[in-house]
């Protein structure tokens, strides 16, 4: 994984959890979870985009004719939706015998917490993109719309 402002040197990390498999299954959770909530938020930036479903010009764009809009931003998600989806398979269950015998299973916590990590990442980006989306979205309703009313409790 290459961080940003940083050279692209080795990285040691390491797999000495004795019994890492609590952190593991936490990791794998947390991991399949937020690729849920990224594919949830590329689905409504689909909607906001798809002039069928949102009543809005195709693709968020006010001159539809010349300017793509948020067609890039949402191939964009959809990509890291994909992305999310092939990495978020559990990597807890990819242990095995090491050690020459001496240690019977491998919970592999360690790469399942930087797998988990890089899929918080990609649906950051994501629900940055929902969120720009929804904002030019809002901007580009009819301005005759009455608001819906404000109440405060």
Do not use: W
Request: proline share 5%.
């Amino acid at each position: 994984m290459r961080q940003h402002g940083t050279l692209d040197a080795p990285r040691v990390f390491s797999q000495a959890h004795a019994v890492g498999a609590s952190i593991a299954l936490a990791m794998d959770g947390i991991a399949v979870t937020m690729a849920q909530v990224a594919a949830l938020a590329e689905r409504q930036i689909d909607r906001f985009v798809n002039p069928l479903v949102s009543g809005l010009p195709p693709f968020l764009a006010e001159i539809s004719d010349t300017c793509s809009g948020f067609m890039i931003a949402q191939y964009t998600a959809a990509s890291l939706v994909a992305q999310n989806r092939r990495i978020a398979a559990p990597a807890s269950l990819d242990g095995g015998v090491t050690s020459g015998l001496q240690e019977n299973h491998l919970c592999h916590a360690t790469p399942t917490a930087l797998k988990a990590l890089e899929i918080i990442e990609n649906s950051a980006r994501i629900l940055g993109i929902e969120l720009l989306a929804a904002t030019q979205a809002y901007d580009l309703q009819p301005t005759d719309l009455a608001r819906a009313p404000y109440a405060v409790y």
